[in-house]
């Protein structure tokens, strides 16, 4: 992520937690060495891009009498590289934001980004909810902002996020064909070859230092048909070797003709032309014979940008350097072997971007990988695979490293296919689901654990352990996006058919039933949660025995089912008997035991019997206090418990600061903003209302309001609770 900030005439935002603005979000890629502007082809159509308005760079349908390859080659990234520097460096940029789009998870990802740096994120469920505001948000600022979508491959992708507003510009290079991209408000831009004028001012300035280089490079731009991206190649490969326009012309003829590349799309045999020339000069600079494996394994890995780490570790350095011992660590010769490659013009190496740190253009990706042997694409999927899984976190902390690694593992599972499935699904692709489910994207993550379970059970066999694992995951995703009737129907299916595996005793098949009562409950669905959780307790007593930690918390689930639907006497025989059998073989301060003290307290609470409620609700809260510090969440809870019990037996004036001590740790522990800090403001003015305090109790339901309704979306529960409560204390 590139983040920067200078003084800004606008003052309409509020300014940035960070500093200020304007603001820079995303990986920008590099401007390529000897960069042309292009006045005749490229950049001048775009300089009248106006605020409101969309400009999409496609290719042409055709040139010179064929079809343009469709993985572009053309320089259209190159022209929104440009576009957007020009734009943030005119003074007249607030916003300029570069997102790839080469998937929806990527859109997702780059707009929650961009939305937490302008200052304006709110508290939400996911990413997907995170990228809607974002929208909203273009839609509605005066600043002047600038969205890049770069290498869009499906227009569905961006289905509701679109961006739009008066005071923003958008620009959209995609390799798609122009009549797909065509609607109102948008300029279609078809970006082409370099004209001859250009091919030759780009040869001229690249190979500048040598003239005789330059012998014949109109004759060479016209062979290389005038593809800014053969060029490039071609002029660097010329730079790096010394061999001149004229010779480099003799070899390339002879390579076109023994290219092995679909005759019809002539682009692409152009490019590959190159590349091969290219990658033979690359093998043979020190430490020899390594580009190969090298190149096979970053065109395996994709064209958005691989992280470093992927590329250096272990088994990637270990498939590079294979049995080459030139006395050098096997990861300075891996490094020494990429730079060779960017000196030949096959990859750029950007290392202030440590999440695509190495790019590849997905013309050479493409072609690369169909001509890569079966046995070489075996062994090189496999180490590619290992690396990955190397380089990847225990855990997501950086949205962009995660989020690069998932296109990484998304090429290579399209050009691997089921090599990565024998003999089962490699580990990083679970690694590569769980991304998703850590970062909350929760379409992809869908539309990704759908995949894998349909993989698994269509490679592996239905019931397998991967099967069923997607499963689960796929429950969990459809939890996360509300679609709870989606996640019932999808824990039942998991549950059937661990009882058609294992039978219905299993562990297995415990968790599972355990699992579809929580999302009944969750639903609402009591009548089924119940029974459920009753079976689910009965197994883990039959299976484990009546003292096992397991059916400890399964008699605890089922005591909160209890409570949730109104059996209060069943609810607390069975947390009186939780909190016994934790005493006695847990000990006093165990979690658990803490846990089943509040739980028994709050039954009681519902109850009305409130004598006993409160010595369980003091006792939980200073054992919490004791065991696990005033500041955990857990204790903060008690104390609002106690506090709320507090206010159900009249005793003000013990009710009152417990609530505001409540608001004051949750404001400190976990934010302003978080909907439990609103929540605690919602009930410390309830309390003040009960103390005959309107004033004070308006004032904070107000404030509470005007949060909820700036952080929370419009229709959340926490929302309209506070607007319903606001209005009832009106009308009192």
Known sequence: ???????????????LPGGGWPVQSGLVPPLADCYSSRPETGFGPMSNLAAGETAVLTRPEAMDGHSLAAAGGTGKTQLAVAFARAFWQSGDADLVVWAPAASRDAIVTGYARALAETGAAQAGPDQDTQAARFVSWLADTPRRWLVVLDDLTDPADLAG???????????????????????????????????????LNYLTAKLYSDPDQRIEALDLAADLDYLPLALAIAADTIAESGLGCRGYRVQYADRKQRINLDAADGYAATAAAAWSLALDRADQLAPAGLARPALALVSLLGSSGIPGAVLTSTAASAYITGSADDGQPA?????????????????????????????????????????????????????AADALAQAWPPRDTSP????????????????AGELLWQPEGHQVLLRAGRSLDEGKVTSAAISYWQMMGDTSSRVLGPGHAQALLASDHLAGAYELAGQLDDAIATRGQGLAEREQAFGPGHPETLAARGRLARACLDAGRLADAIPLYERTLAGREWVHGPDHPQTLAARSDLGAAYRAGGRLADAITVFQRTLAD??????????GTLAARGSLAAALHSAGQLDEALPLYEHALADRERVLGPDHPDTITSRAGLAHAYLSADRMKEAVP???????????????DHPDTLSALASLAAAYHATHRPAESAALLRRALTDCERVLPADHPLTQSVRDQLADFDQT
């Open 1 to 15: 992520m590139v983040s920067a900030s200078r003084a800004s005439s606008n003052a309409a935002d509020e300014a």
């Open 161 to 199: 996020l679109w961006p739009r507003g008066p005071a923003g510009r958008v620009l959209v290079t995609t390799r798609l064909q122009a009549a797909s991209m065509r609607a109102p408000g948008r300029k279609i831009l078809q970006v082409g070859a370099f004209s001859r004028r250009e091919a």
């Open 331 to 383: 990861e300075a010769s891996v490094t020494q072997a990429l730079q060779n490659l960017a000196r030949t013009g096959l990859i750029t190496i950007d290392p202030a971007s440590p999440a695509a740190a190495v790019r590849m253009h997905h013309l050479v990706q493409s072609t690369i990988a169909a001509v890569l042997p079966p046995a070489v694409l075996e062994q090189t999927a496999i180490a």
């Open 400 to 415: 962009q490293l995660a989020q690069a690694l998932r296109s990484c593992a998304a090429s290579l599972h399209q050009a």
């Open 582 to 591: 934790q005493e006695m073989l847990l000990g006093p301060d165990h979690p």
């Open 658 to 672: 417990l609530y505001k001590r409540a608001v004051a740790d949750r404001e400190r522990v976990l934010g302003p």
